[in-house]
């Protein structure tokens, strides 16, 4: 068996777009309704990514992040626009212009209340060099391993480089 790596992973964007909830999905498969951020701002789950067993310590602040989670709601076409300036901030502090990172569109459940068409996340994906797009909802879990699992895939190859 390949030996298990570890990998920091911060997930990142405007309060309310549901960072806490997705994170809380994907580690502990339970939708919290209301999440206190206060209990604990770091999370660790085991996935396997093509064949290999990797740990993913999951943080909701910059520190010493690997790959980033860049989340906005659907619902909310300014925590769109908010997740331009933290990409820049990133490769400021990663000094790395292609950081892994994912663009997640949550509350995709609330599609009567969409406010960003699918096609402006797809045009800030193209902006970003064909960042991965993916629309996710925290309540009905969809969606939610693939984000981590692409994003642990692309540290990987970086890795790997
Ligand atoms: P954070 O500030 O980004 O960590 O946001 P939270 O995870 O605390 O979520 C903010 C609010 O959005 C809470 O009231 C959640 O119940 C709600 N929420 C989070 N994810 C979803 C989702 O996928 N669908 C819906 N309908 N509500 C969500």
Redesign the pocket.
């Known amino acids: 068996m390949r030996p298990q790596r570890e990998y920091h992973i911060v997930?990142l964007?405007?309060?309310?777009?549901?960072?806490?909830?997705?994170?809380?999905?994907f580690v502990q498969n339970v939708?919290?309704?209301?999440?206190d951020?206060t209990i604990e701002d770091s999370y660790r789950k085991q996935i396997e990514v093509d064949g290999r067993q990797c740990i993913l310590e999951i943080e909701?602040y910059m520190k010493q992040g690997q790959g980033f989670l860049l989340?906005f709601?659907i619902?909310s076409a300014s925590s769109l626009n908010e997740l331009s300036e933290l990409r820049e901030q990133i490769i400021r502090i990663k000094d790395d212009e292609k950081v892994p990172l994912v663009i997640v569109g949550?509350?995709?459940?609330?599609e009567e209340d969409r406010a960003v068409p699918r096609a402006r996340a797809f045009g800030l994906s193209q902006n970003w060099g064909n960042a991965p797009y993916y629309e996710?909802?925290?309540?009905?879990r969809?969606n939610v391993n693939e984000v981590f699992v692409d994003l642990c895939r692309q540290i990987i190859r970086k890795d790997l480089e």
């Not at 964007?13 to 999905?25: D, H, I, N, P, R």
């Not at 949550?106 to 609330?110: C, V």
């Not at 996710?136 to 009905?140: E, K, L, M, V, W």
């Open positions: 997930v964007g405007a309060g309310g777009v549901g960072k806490s909830c997705l994170t809380a999905q939708w919290i309704e209301s999440y951020p909701l989340v709601s619902t949550n509350k995709s459940d609330l996710t909802s925290a309540r009905r969809a």
